[in-house]
T-cell receptor, first 112, second 114 residues
C-alpha cells in the first residue's frame, strides 16, 4: 500500500506564475488535509477536504489559494500569482474516517 | 484559542542518554494529543497519540509520552537515545472533528552526540 504521494517534490516558480501541487491519498482514504510549513516554523493547517467537498478552509489565505479534491484523481492545491512569501514546504495528509492521518513527503515551493 | 508550545528549540544529547522533550498545550476540553517526528527533507511520522485512558502512552521506536492534565503537558521521553533519533519533533493537538486537523508546535530539533 503506497503512502501519501505528493508531486512534484520541488517546484520553482517565478513571481506571478501559478503553482499546482498534487496529493494522492493513501488507498481507501477519503479525507485530505493540506498544511504549510515556513522555515523554522511548525506546520500550519490550511484546509480539510473530503471527496468533492471542502470541510474546513479556516487556514486558507483569502486570496490566490484554492484547493479541490475531485471524485476522481488527486487533490490539488492551487496558488495563483505566487509571491516570494509563498515559498514554503506544503504537506498533504490523508486519513480514513475518524482515523490517524498519514503525511506525504511534501512539496517544496520556491518563488524566485 | 488552542495552542501548543514547545519551549526548547534545539536540544543536544549524547547517544545512550535519556531524552525528554517538553510540550504544553492550551485547549478547552479533553485534548487529542500527538507527537510526530520529521527527518530532514521528509514528511511527518506519527510516534504516538493520546485520546483518553492511561495517561502514559507507548509509541514506536521506544518513545513514550505522559499526559498530565494538571500541568497541561504531554512530554515525550526515551530512556536511551540512538544516533538515528536525530530529527525534528513536533507536538500537536487535535483541533476538533478529525485526527488530521491539528495544531502543531514549532518543533524541537534533536541532535545526538556520539
Amino acid at each position: 500500500n503506497a503512502g501519501v504521494m505528493q508531486n512534484p517534490r520541488h517546484l520553482v516558480r517565478r513571481r506571478g506564475q501559478e503553482a499546482r501541487l498534487r496529493c494522492s491519498p493513501m488507498k481507501g482514504h477519503s479525507h485530505v488535509y493540506w498544511y504549510r510549513q515556513l522555515p523554522e516554523e511548525g506546520l500550519k493547517f490550511m484546509v480539510y477536504l473530503q471527496k468533492e467537498n471542502i470541510i474546513d478552509e479556516s487556514g486558507m489565505p483569502k486570496e490566490r489559494f484554492s484547493a479541490e479534491f475531485p471524485k476522481e484523481g488527486p487533490s490539488i492545491l492551487r496558488i495563483q500569482q505566487v509571491v516570494r512569501g509563498d515559498s514554503a514546504a506544503y504537506f498533504c495528509a490523508s486519513s480514513a474516517m475518524d482515523a490517524e492521518a498519514f503525511f506525504g513527503q511534501g512539496t517544496r515551493l520556491t518563488v524566485v | 484559542a488552542q495552542s501548543v508550545t514547545q519551549p526548547d528549540i534545539h536540544i543536544t544529547v549524547s547517544e545512550g542518554a535519556s531524552l525528554e522533550l517538553r510540550c504544553n498545550y492550551s485547549y478547552g476540553a479533553t485534548p487529542y494529543l500527538f507527537w510526530y517526528v520529521q527527518s530532514p527533507g521528509q514528511g511527518l511520522q506519527l510516534l504516538l497519540k493520546y485520546f483518553s485512558g492511561d495517561t502514559l502512552v507507548q509509541g514506536i521506536k521506544g518513545f513514550e509520552a505522559e499526559f498530565k492534565r494538571s500541568q497541561s503537558s504531554f512530554n515525550l521521553r526515551k530512556p536511551s537515545v540512538h544516533w538515528s533519533d536525530a530529527a525534528e519533533y513536533f507536538c500537536a493537538v487535535g483541533a476538533g472533528g478529525s485526527q488530521g486537523n491539528l495544531i502543531f508546535g514549532k518543533g524541537t530539533k534533536l541532535s545526538v552526540k556520539p
